[in-house]
């Protein structure tokens, strides 16, 4: 046994014990548990890059796999949480959310994340997907006393576990046509399936495409996620919008493309129809918005449809175009939640999107950094988030799903109009106060990386494209 494969796990396990002792006995003033998880997470990343293997090596009896795909996706991953903690470290201290358990539980669920992405098993990825999503639950009720928090917690822990359910019930139906738990071993038996077993094997598909549409909060199992983007505290919110989407990537690839590849014209049915609802719903509804949580939510919906039509093309380069896009989203929702948590003070948040106006007198740089973001989330050049849209375009066309290009492009448009609506507000009306936008020398290198980096890699996208084909 190699202990390298999966020395990022142990570090990340043994930074969050750490700092729950030290939250415990440290002086609250000290921020132990900030430091020492944000520390964890650089282990972690240079753990991952120093012991990146040429080749997948399989690990616990062929449970757990590391391989370019995981590598890559935890790489990620561990950027976007430390952006997120970066980003609410001083919300949470003002807020009084309890320091200790926020920082502890994000890097719990961070540790389920890097399991759910290495899994080559379906035990593995079962035990990886419950420990991404527990925490969070926890994370969500962490204001105590606030009825709104408890409820967000209460509705997206009923309708998770569901969720996990119906994906389990369909784990169980593969089990049971295939005889293996193991990812590669069940689609060797798929492929060599019978006609009488197809059936059973489709009505698995169904169940395990519920849970990974609810895993990204995809339409039609999307009702939980504009709720809990709003009920959250705003830090919890920026946690849940970007590391846990790239572990549902994650899983779908191990699940779809790993497992059942002989299934693909079935689950690409399914994904087109699941793509189409979420853009349409998506867009539609977010333009009648006027809570900004709310809006970014429905946003986030429309953006996962847009995502899907890659995994739906069936292709390396739909693969490949589809990480590009989870990836470009992931940096814009950092980015735009992080701008949230960044206004918010003591006592105060802005919800509405009323509280933006004249937003480039009090703070001309974040508004700035809010008109790059909202550009590249409605797909303007030269921003990342046009990039990711042409490399989805592209993929669809070469499979000649012309028509689905077309209609995400009918839809990109709607959306243009809920995102320009923000630029309008932030630059064109009157402020409601005068009082500049105060915030540390943290949060500006972090809100400035974060949106440089949506510029940067939407005018020198190579690299990443490059990454991204290079994995399928």
């Known amino acids: 046994m190699d202990i390298t494969s999966f020395l990022p796990e142990i570090i990340l396990l043994a930074g969050a014990c750490i700092a729950l002792m030290a939250d415990v006995f440290a002086p609250k003033k000290t921020e132990a548990a900030y430091f020492i998880c944000q520390f964890a997470l650089i282990l972690a990343t240079t753990a991952s890059f120093y012991f990146e293997p040429n080749q997948a090596i399989y690990q616990f009896n062929h449970t757990f796999v590391l391989d370019s795909l995981a590598v890559s996706l935890k790489i990620f991953c561990y950027l976007a949480v430390f952006l997120s903690f970066m980003y609410s470290r001083r919300y949470v201290r003002e807020q009084k959310i309890p320091q200790g ?21 379906f035990i593995t990825l079962y035990l990886g997907l419950e420990l991404l999503s527990l925490p969070i639950y926890a994370m ?47 689609a060797q038996a798929i492929a060599a399936h019978s006609a009488s077993e197809l059936p059973l094997l489709v009505l698995a598909l169904v169940f395990i495409l519920a849970g990974i549409a609810f895993k990204f909060g995809a339409a039609p199992f999307h009702l939980w996620v504009p709720d809990v983007y709003e009920g959250a505290p705003s830090s919890v919110t920026l946690f849940i919008s970007a590391a846990p989407k790239l572990a549902a990537f994650g899983m779908t690839i191990r699940l779809l493309v790993d497992a059942m ?22 867009n539609i509804v977010a333009i009648a918005q006027s809570n900004i949580k709310r809006m970014l939510a429905y946003s986030s919906i429309a953006h996962i449809g847009y995502m899907l039509l890659g995994l739906a093309c069936g292709t390396p380069n739909g693969y490949a175009a589809a990480m590009f896009y989870i990836v470009s989203y992931s940096l ?29 007198s009090r703070n001309p740089w974040l508004a700035f950094m809010w008109l790059l973001i909202m550009f590249s989330m409605a797909g303007i050049p030269p921003l990342v988030g046009f990039i990711a849209k042409v490399g989805l375009l592209e993929a669809l066309i070469q499979v000649h799903l012309t028509w689905l290009a077309v209609l995400a492009i009918l839809f990109a448009i709607i959306g243009a109009y809920y995102y320009l609506r923000i630029v309008k507000v932030i630059y064109f009306e009157e402020p409601k106060e005068i009082a500049p936008v105060a915030y540390t020398r943290e949060e500006t290198a972090a809100i400035t990386v974060n949106g440089l980096l949506v510029l940067i890699l939407g005018i020198f996208p190579g690299t990443l494209f490059v990454l991204c084909h290079s994995l399928f």
Not at 154 to 162: A, E, N, Q
Request: glycine share 8%.
């Open 332 to 360: 814009m929702s950092l980015a735009a939640f992080g701008m949230l948590v960044l206004m918010s003070k003591e006592g105060y948040e802005p919800e509405a999107i009323t509280d933006f106006a004249g937003l480039n």
């Open 140 to 186: 969500v009720a962490l204001e105590r006393d606030n009825p709104r928090c408890l409820e967000a917690a209460m509705k997206y822990f009923v309708l998770g576990s569901l969720a996990s359910g119906l994906l389990l019930y369909g784990l169980s139906l593969l089990f049971g046509v295939t005889a293996s738990l193991d990812l590669h071993v069940v």
């Open 101 to 121: 358990e926020y920082y502890v539980l994000g890097l719990l669920s961070t540790l389920g994340i890097l399991v759910l992405v290495s899994a080559a098993n």
């Open 261 to 282: 590849p002989s299934l693909n014209v079935q689950w690409q049915e399914v994904l087109i129809v699941f793509a189409i609802l979420s853009m349409a719903i998506g």
